[in-house]
């Protein structure tokens, strides 16, 4: 699992669920909140004295301690005099996600899981330690992000990207199992997910995106269908349902050729140095998405065979493969190295080109 | 016609241009807010912090009685120190007479600009004989008599929240070749859809104080420990006539006004620092603590301090007339850049080469990174073309252009180029508002009157026709 958020504060360690946090019972802990990836420094904090309510629910001690107006004479404004208004802002925000005008997810920082925190979870599940440098503070946190949800990636751009690329994602589904050996080939091809293909209803189908794929594939003639074998009836010596087609091979090996041509063209550029400019080098910036706009490559099917290629266990593998392939989550990723490519000027990435 | 004699000169531009037209005088000038710095400027020397000036001409000194050449190609007039003169006290410095003497000079124009961006008639204001107010001309010299003081605290209010919403940006002091504002050229840009940086907003609100005679005090921020003896240093400068270094510890100005008896501080700066508006017990504790604000990626702790009117004033006519590069250091020096908004960092550097260009560049992308922002852009001359934005590309193009008019060094061979920098993480955006402010002005939201909401598109473009 990716971590959603690791933010740090500057000058301090922070850890979670420490094995030595025991050694903290009894003393006084923080509840700290701060705002998407905006920085730790900022964020504001309230520090509850009573050490038994790590065991009450995160809700609970959001509504007893750190969003209770009430409270706002505890608050280290002496410190920080902007904390009221920022627990003001805070309030506002809880409130309005509580009554679904907001998309409100709250995550706890360090935490291993990228899913939203479950407020009526116990406190102590999910406290971390924060040990300043200078040994200046060492306490129990809390450490809790607010997002105000918005779809990373609008559902009719999904779509779109679907329409136009969601074949790959296919016929790679399709490689994949088929590595995996005949008999996992075969047993995958009888798997209730095909239901909607191989039993023409649609209706109710809760897979209709891989559904009406796979019969976009085998219109194409990538794909064929034995007529002779029943679907779902699984026996010892069944046979696989359908087959890949001398086109659809074809299609496949042409999706490696690319890969590899990708992977070998734009993998020495992952890490690199601008000024000066190197390859390779540690902490570099990842310049492959800008290099291949630059190359005048489709770059949304290149980042999708890289990734769906790297990753192939993860979205084909197990039994979720049906599910992942609904949700669409490696197009959210391909989203993302889009907005998050450089931009680095032409003369900076023909230096980039000539080490080559 | 094509002389004018230097007494006679002095003569006209001590009059408003108003008068002088009443006068007879046939002379327009091309744009009546320079006029009217440069009015101040001759004509009350002291309260702008400069000795009397006389006018010269091919090097040569023109008395009263000389005449100025206004032939064809004539050389440039010089405006030279007259060294003979004492050296201007900082006492003399006068802002407050300078904003009534503006404000006489330029009334219709300056009530004009700022009705149109307050919106009276929507703010379901009223006067103390519950008439709806209409216009700011209406409480000229009867402020607080027009008002109760719940109404003048959210007439302020109103004021505060137009300043606020004005974007900060440095765009404008590049278009309009000015690289600071005073108080009523904020007013003319903030209604063309401009903005400004603190000490212009502050000044902003310390020229509307002025006019309704409302009490005022200036604060002072830094991001270092405010020095103790800050107003000797400040007094040195300023008795120095530029030879002493700049106070550059100096990095924010705020100002707090009186209302009703109870004094409120106000920042209106933007650029993702929430407004405040706080009571005395809540400036208190922000100035005794200072508090935390991020404009673009880092973490602040802004140290305030309250000063003298004397120190606000100064520190103002010191940016408007002392300090000609003032834009170029808040763009490059403070790495203020030209915008701040809360989606975009519109930055800018001088490249001489592909290497600046490639540490530059790296170095940009790196704050990104550490701060988990979208990769910046990079535009320059080559590149214009691609921003997507038509109104965009068109403001950084011209920008582009008066950046070079105005940057002259016949030593520098580079370009400028700019970054653009998408803003992702959220910022703290709601703004600070004392419960006893909040109180009076009733129930919120509190929404800025729809002039302010105008973009600087609608700007551009009407400028551009």
């Known amino acids: ?356 | 016609m094509d002389r004018w004699k230097v007494e006679n000169f002095f003569d006209y531009l001590a009059m408003s241009e108003g008068q002088a037209q009443a006068e007879g005088y046939l002379v327009e000038s091309s744009d009546p807010l320079s006029r009217e710095s440069l009015r101040q400027f001759i004509t009350w020397p002291e309260w702008t912090l400069n000795r009397p000036v006389k006018l010269a001409q091919e090097g040569r000194i023109l008395n009263g009685e000389d005449s100025i050449d206004l032939q064809g190609d004539c050389p440039a007039i010089d405006l030279v120190k007259d060294s003979q003169s004492t050296v201007p006290k900082f006492q003399d410095c006068n802002l407050e007479k300078r904003h009534r003497e503006a404000f006489l000079a330029h009334r219709t124009q300056i009530v004009g600009w700022i009705d149109r961006l307050l919106d009276l008639p929507t703010s379901m204001l009223r006067n103390t004989s519950e008439e709806p107010v209409q216009t700011f001309d209406e409480m000229i010299g009867r402020f607080v008599k027009c008002l109760t003081p719940t109404n003048q605290l959210k007439f302020m209010f109103r004021i505060a929240q137009v300043v606020h919403q004005s974007p900060f940006e440095n765009f404008s002091k590049f278009l309009g070749a000015v690289p600071f504002r005073c108080g009523y050229e904020m007013w003319r840009n903030i209604s063309l859809g401009f903005g400004g940086v603190c000490a212009e907003k502050t000044a902003a609100i310390q020229f509307l104080c002025d006019i309704l005679e409302i009490p005022t005090r200036s604060v002072l921020g830094s991001r270092q420990p405010i020095p103790g003896n800050f107003l000797e240093q400040l007094e040195t400068y300023l008795t120095s006539e530029g030879e002493a270094p700049l106070p550059i510890w100096i990095q924010h100005l705020l100002i707090e006004i009186e209302i009703g008896g109870c004094w409120y501080l106000i920042d209106v700066t933007n650029g993702n620092i929430p407004l405040l508006f706080l009571d005395e017990a809540d400036a208190d504790l922000f100035i005794q603590n200072g508090y935390r604000s991020r404009m673009i990626s880092n973490v602040e702790c802004l140290n305030l301090q309250r000063m003298p009117r004397w120190a606000g004033d100064a520190l103002l006519t010191i940016s408007e007339y002392h300090v000609p590069d003032l834009h170029f250091r808040y763009v490059f020096d403070q790495g203020l850049g030209l915008l701040i908004s809360r989606e975009l960092f519109v930055g800018a550097f001088f490249s001489w080469g592909q290497e600046v260009q490639a540490r530059m560049e790296n170095h940009f992308s790196s704050l990104a990174r550490s701060n988990r922002l979208l990769f910046p852009r990079f535009v320059h001359e080559g590149n214009l073309q691609s921003v997507a934005d038509e109104f965009l590309q068109e403001l950084l193009c011209e920008t582009l252009r008066c950046l070079r008019e105005q940057y002259r060094s016949n030593y520098y061979t580079g370009d400028f180029i700019f970054v653009l920098q998408p803003l992702t993480t959220p910022f703290w955006q709601h703004p600070r508002i004392s419960r006893s402010v909040s109180k009076a002005l009733g129930p919120g939201p509190f929404v800025p009157p729809p002039a302010v909401a105008q973009n600087l598109r609608e700007t551009i473009l009407r400028d551009a026709e």
Request: proline residues 7%.
């Open chain 1, 1 to 356: 699992m990716n971590q959603k958020f690791k933010k740090e504060l500057p000058g301090a360690d922070s850890f979670f669920q420490p094995d030595y946090i025991p050694n903290y019972d009894g003393y006084p802990w923080d509840i700290r909140i701060s705002l998407g990836e905006a920085p730790l420094e900022e964020s504001y904090y309230f520090t509850v004295q009573d050490p038994e309510a790590i065991h009450l629910s995160i809700r609970e001690v959001l509504e007893k301690f750190a969003l209770n107006r009430e409270q706002q004479g505890n608050l280290d404004v002496a410190q920080y005099p902007e904390l009221p208004f920022l627990q003001e802002e805070l309030i506002l925000y809880f409130e309005n996600g509580k009554t679904g005008q907001l998309g409100l997810e709250i995550f706890v920082n360090h935490n291993p899981s990228s899913n939203p925190v479950d407020l009526d979870d116990p406190v102590e599940r999910y406290l971390g330690v924060c040990t300043f440098h200078d040994n200046s503070f060492d306490y129990r946190v809390l450490d809790l992000v607010f997002v105000a949800a918005v779809p990373d990636l609008e559902p009719e751009e999904a779509e779109n990207l679907w329409e136009a690329y969601g074949h790959l994602s296919l016929l790679m589904l399709i490689d994949y199992k088929y590595r995996q050996g005949p008999q996992a080939f075969t047993t995958f091809t009888h798997e209730s997910s095909w239901a909607g293909f191989f039993n023409k209803n649609t209706i109710g189908d809760p897979y209709p995106h891989f559904t009406a794929g796979m019969v976009r594939l085998e219109k194409e003639g990538m794909i064929r269908r034995f007529d002779d074998v029943r679907f779902g009836y699984p026996r010892s010596d069944m046979s696989a349902a359908l087959e890949l087609t001398p086109i659809g091979q074809e299609a496949i090996r042409e999706i490696h050729e690319k890969e590899k041509l990708y992977a070998q063209t734009y993998d020495p550029f992952f890490s690199v140095s601008p000024s000066p400019p190197a390859l390779d080098v540690p902490d570099g910036f990842d310049v492959r998405v800008q290099m291949m706009e630059y190359d005048n490559l489709d770059c949304v099917e290149a980042i999708l065979l890289r990734i769906l290629d790297d990753q192939e266990d993860e979205y084909f593998g197990g039994d979720q493969w049906a599910n992942c392939i609904e949700s669409v989550p490696f197009l959210l990723r391909v989203h993302e190295a889009l907005a998050y490519k450089t931009h680095f000027s032409t003369e900076v990435l023909q230096s980039l080109k000539s080490l080559e």
